[in-house]
């Protein structure tokens, strides 16, 4: 059977068996009675690896502890399973969830199964990048689009208003990394119009694998670039590997966006001088907290900007960017 077919029928097991847990717990009384389940929150992510989603479901978990909620934290396994995450919300709006906490990898493809959903009666909170349409309940964002301003201006003074650049862009059809990237090429023309692109229509893709190699491709190519602009964790970190393999870590100018570890201690050591951030932990905090003050008929904010933030060797130990470079994550291990 090939791999693809495996992962999709082992995915069908494990959420048959979600249905069947809420099948059972239906069982114990309506909503409302003192035997009925807690309000359970599906929070579906674009992926499960990178830290960025790990400090979602920290925010989430934090949430859901305090409002006496559960949640079901299921992701695909890669970032570009446009028809594995669609499946997952249909497996789980089938299976009775109160609401849906979705980043849709496809701003089109995941809107009919969350017009679905809300014909069931399920609301929709949507957080870190945009649904088409109007059929969620509210949205809890970063401003990407200002993340990128923020990545073009620093590599623009770093670069002293001259030079040559690359951006590697993420993944095609996900709105949130497009934004990042046209706020980049957009400040970087209008605020400093010596710095030559030398490419902008190259994609990482979703690994890290496959960003050094697009990486490396294009070093090979452009060997007189002085800076490059990555716009998620993935593409920041496979970048970073090709430039310290070719020995030009610190060298050319490196801005990405979003943390880890390894490229906190890359920031330290000066071979990234910038990472844009955003705040992750909140993200997923006030997306769930929304959700059930929907569910409540409580009053919520519909739209919510989670602020961006910038990230260099000279700032990143003042304390409200040391905890975004490191949010606090061991309610995942509780």
Known sequence: MESGKVRRWLLFIALL????????????????????????????PMGTTHEFWKAIHAGALTAARELGAEVIWKGPLREDDRNEQVQIVETLTNAGVDAIVLTPMDDKALVR???????????TVIYNTPLDG????????????QGGVLAARLMGELLGGRGKAILIRVSEGVIG?????????????SEFPDVQVLSQNRYA????????????????????????????????????????????????????????????????????????????????????????????????EKTINTGVFLATPENMKEPRIAALLAP??????R
Request: net charge neutral; charged share 20%; hydrophobic share 40%.
């Open 17 to 44: 068996g979600l249905t069947a847990f809420f099948a059972g717990c239906a069982k114990d009384g309506p909503k409302g009675t003192s035997a009925a389940r807690k309000t359970t929150l599906a929070v579906i």
């Open 113 to 123: 199964p969350v017009v679905e959903a809300k014909r069931l009666g399920i609301p």
């Open 134 to 145: 109007n059929h969620h309940i509210a949205f809890v964002c970063t401003d990407n689009y």
């Open 177 to 189: 990394t497009w934004n990042r990237e046209e706020g980049f090429l957009a400040a970087l023309k």
């Open 205 to 300: 893709g979703v690994t890290t694998e496959s960003a050094y190699q697009t990486a490396e491709n294009l070093l090979a190519r452009f060997g007189d670039v002085e800076a490059i602009f990555t716009a998620n964790e993935s593409s920041t970190f496979g970048c970073l590997r090709a430039l310290q393999d070719h020995g030009l870590a610190g060298k050319v100018v490196h801005i990405g966006f979003d943390s880890s570890k390894k490229l906190v201690e890359a920031l330290a050591k000066g071979e990234i001088r910038g990472l844009v951030l955003q705040d992750p932990f909140r993200m997923g905090y006030d997306s769930l907290r929304a959700a059930v003050a929907h569910l409540r008929g409580e009053p919520y």
């Open 328 to 333: 606090d994550l061991s309610i995942l291990d």
